[in-house]
C-alpha cells in the first residue's frame, strides 16, 4: 500500500501503542501525519498483548482509593535501578503518565480504568503498591466502528477469542474468569474486542478520525538527513522504495530486535531463544539510527519472561509465555540437578536474570534447561500452558509419569535429587513458608495464585502429592528488546555527542528504556511506549 502523497509534517514508523500514541497526539494538533507499517496489518505486538498500560500516579487512583504521588513512583522506580536507569528520563515518564492517560482519554477516547487489585511487579519496594492501582486496562472496543478497518488489526496467535479482557485470560489472572456463553454472543454484534485489540481499536479509531491513513505492507529502509536534520524516509513497498518527506520530523516506532539474530548475539546479556512478539520486530528502527551515528542505551535488555516451547498446531506461534501456571499451588519449577532455583511466583521478568546465571565449573547456564512440574489435582484444577482448560485430557506433549522417579528418569534429571526437592517443598506447602525462595510472601505471588485460596498460604504453596506427574520444559523468551537509540525527555533521539538529532524521534521498544533491568507492574512496557510516543507527539506540535 503506498502512501497517499509524498509530503506530511509527520511520518511515524510503527503502528504499536508507541507509533499510535505519538501519531493521535500530532494529529491532534492538526499536523499531517503519515503512520507506515511493515505488516500487511496494524497494530503490532500491542495488538496481541493483554493491553495492560502501568502509569503510577494515574487520575484514576483516586477512584479505587490507592494514594499515589510523583515522588512514591520515583522512589519505587529508583529502587530498582541498580544504577543503570536514566533519573531524568524517569522523571520525564512519571511525569507524563498522568497527562498522557488525561489526554488520551479526551482526544482517543481511551476510556482508562483501574484493573483492581493488580498489584506492582515488586510490591514491597519502597514506593510500590501492593494494592495495586497503576495498572490500567481500555473496556471492549466495537471494532464495527472502524468501519473499512474493522479487520485490518493483526488477530494475534495466542487467544482464538479476541473479545476478552485481561482478567479473563491466563495472562490476567492465574485462574481466569471466562465471561459466559451468552456474554460472548453479545460481544459478537458490534465485535466487541478487548485487551491489546481494545487498546489499538481505540487509538486507531482517533488516528482514521484526526485524517491519518496508516500504509501497510510499506517498510522503512532508512532515513534521509539534509545537513544533519532527519527530513524523511525512504520506505520500501512491493520491492520499489521511495522518499516520503517529513517536514517536522520521524518517528521511530518499529519495535525491538528480538527477531534479529545477529542483533541478539550482539547486544544481549544472555540467551533469548523465544520471544512471543511479532516476528517483524527484526531491529530495523535500530539499523536506520545506527547508520545515521545516534547514541544507544539499554542494550542487554528485554521484558524477560519464561516461555513454553510448544509443538505446531498448539497455536499459531508455537510457543507461549507462561505466566499464571508457574504461580499455582501444586507445582514447581527444577533445573537440571533436580532442584528448585527461584521462587516460580516472581514476575516474569525477573526470569532473565534466573535464566542467565552461569554453572561457572561447568561452563552451562544453571537454569536452562528447567522444567514446570505439577501433579494431578493441579492439572484437574487448572488445566495447563496452552491454555488447556481444566478437566480435558493432559495434551500429548506433557511429559507424564506415574511416579517421581520416573519423571526424573524420563528428564534425564536425578532422581533421588528431584525426590527430595518435592518432599521439602511439599513440607513447605503444609508448614505455609518457603523459606528458600519466599515463595508466596509478596502481595504480587499471592495475586497471581489461586484466587479461591487467596489470603491463604495455599494461594501459590500446594505440595505435589498426585500422581501421575507432569513436567513441560520452560525456555528463555521475552516479550520484546528494550534497547536502542537514547532519547532526551522529549523522545529526541540522541547523537554520539549526546546531542538531539533535529527532525528524530523515538518511543517503545525501539528505544533505549529508562527503566534498566526493571518492570514496575503489569503495563510497565506499553505504558512508557505510549508515554514517550505522546512526548514525541507533543514535542513535535510544538506543545513543549
Ligand atoms: C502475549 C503478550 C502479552 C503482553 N501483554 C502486555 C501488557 O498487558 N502490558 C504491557 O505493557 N506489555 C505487554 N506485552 C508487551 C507489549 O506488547 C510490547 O512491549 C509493546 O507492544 C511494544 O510496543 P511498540 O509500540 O514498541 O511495538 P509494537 O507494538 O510491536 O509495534 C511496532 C510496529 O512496528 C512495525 N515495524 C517494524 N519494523 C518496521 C519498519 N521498518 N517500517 C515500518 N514498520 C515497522 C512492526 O511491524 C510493528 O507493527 C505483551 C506481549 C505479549 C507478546
Not at 511525569?95 to 498522557?100: D, I, K, N, S, Y
Not at 536506520?288 to 513454553?308: D, F, K, T, Y
Request: proline share 8%; charged share 20%; glycine share 12%.
Amino acid at each position: 500500500m503506498k502512501p497517499a502523497e509524498s509530503s506530511y509534517d509527520v511520518v511515524v514508523l510503527g503502528s504499536g501503542a508507541a507509533g499510535l500514541s505519538a501519531a493521535v497526539t500530532a494529529a491532534s494538533a492538526g499536523l499531517r501525519v503519515l503512520v507506515v507499517e511493515k505488516a500487511d496489518q496494524l497494530g503490532g505486538t500491542t495488538a496481541w498483548s493483554g493491553g495492560n498500560v502501568w502509569i503510577p500516579n494515574n487520575p484514576l487512583m483516586p477512584s479505587v482509593g490507592v494514594p499515589d504521588s510523583a515522588e512514591e513512583a520515583m522512589t519505587y522506580l529508583l529502587s530498582l535501578s541498580r544504577d543503570v536507569m536514566d533519573e531524568d528520563l524517569v522523571r520525564a515518564f512519571v511525569t507524563a503518565g498522568p497527562e498522557m492517560v488525561a489526554f488520551l482519554d479526551a482526544k482517543a477516547g481511551t476510556e482508562f480504568y483501574v484493573a483492581e487489585g493488580f498489584p506492582d511487579y515488586h510490591p514491597e519496594r519502597p514506593g510500590g503498591k501492593p494494592q495495586g492501582g497503576r495498572t490500567l486496562e481500555t473496556p471492549l472496543f466495537p471494532f464495527d466502528e472502524l468501519g473499512e478497518w474493522q479487520h485490518r488489526v493483526t488477530p494475534g496467535p495466542y487467544f482464538a477469542e479476541l473479545a476478552l479482557v485481561q482478567k479473563e485470560t491466563p495472562i490476567g489472572a492465574a485462574v481466569p474468569q471466562p465471561p459466559s456463553a451468552e456474554e460472548l454472543e453479545r460481544r459478537k454484534v458490534h465485535d466487541e474486542r478487548g485487551r491489546g485489540h481494545s487498546l489499538v481499536g481505540r487509538l486507531l479509531k482517533a488516528c482514521l478520525d484526526l485524517g491519518v491513513v496508516p500504509v501497510t505492507s510499506a517498510r522503512a529502509r532508512d532515513l534521509v538527513r539534509v545537513e544533519g536534520r532527519v527530513t524523511g524516509v525512504v520506505v520500501e513497498v512491493d520491492g520499489t522504495r521511495r522518499e516520503v518527506t517529513a517536514n517536522r520530523g520521524v518517528v521511530l516506532a518499529t519495535g525491538g530486535f528480538e527477531w534479529n539474530e545477529a542483533y541478539k548475539k550482539a547486544f544481549l546479556r544472555g540467551p533469548l531463544t523465544h520471544p512471543v512478539t511479532m516476528p517483524t520486530s527484526e531491529g530495523d528502527g535500530l539499523t536506520m539510527a545506527m547508520r545515521i551515528g545516534v547514541s544507544l542505551g539499554n542494550m542487554r535488555e528485554a521484558w524477560w519472561s519464561p516461555v513454553a516451547d510448544l509443538p505446531p498446531g498448539v497455536n499459531a506461534m508455537n510457543r507461549v509465555m507462561v505466566n499464571a501456571d508457574r504461580t499455582r499451588p501444586r507445582s514447581i519449577m527444577v533445573n537440571r540437578t533436580g532442584r528448585r532455583f527461584t521462587n516460580e511466583a516472581a514476575n516474569y521478568n525477573a526470569f532473565g536474570g534466573a535464566f542467565h546465571a552461569e554453572d561457572v565449573a561447568d561452563f552451562r547456564y544453571a537454569n536452562l534447561p528447567c522444567w514446570l512440574v505439577f501433579d494431578q489435582e493441579y492439572l484437574r484444577r487448572y488445566g495447563t500452558v496452552g491454555p488447556f482448560p481444566p478437566g480435558e485430557e493432559p495434551p500429548p506433549w506433557l511429559t507424564t509419569a506415574g511416579s517421581l522417579r520416573e519423571l526424573a528418569e524420563t528428564l534425564g534429571i536425578p532422581p533421588e535429587a528431584f525426590a527430595e526437592t518435592v518432599e521439602r517443598w511439599n513440607a513447605y506447602a503444609a508448614a505455609g513458608h518457603d523459606p528458600d525462595f519466599h515463595r508466596g510472601e509478596s502481595a504480587h505471588d499471592r495475586w497471581w495464585g489461586d484466587p479461591h485460596l487467596k489470603g491463604r498460604p495455599g494461594a501459590t504453596l500446594g505440595p505435589l502429592t498426585e500422581p501421575p506427574f507432569h513436567a513441560i520444559s520452560l525456555v528463555s523468551g521475552a516479550l520484546g528488546t528494550k534497547g536502542g537509540p537514547r532519547t532526551d525527555v522529549d523522545a529526541r533521539v540522541l547523537d554520539l555527542d549526546g546531542q538531539a538529532v533535529e527532525g528524530l524521534y523515538a518511543a517503545g521498544n525501539v528505544m533505549a528504556s529508562p527503566f534498566g533491568m526493571t518492570y514496575g507492574g503489569a503495563g510497565g512496557t506499553l505504558a512508557p511506549a505510549m508515554v514517550f510516543g505522546f512526548l514525541a507527539g507533543r514535542h513535535l506540535a510544538g506543545m513543549r
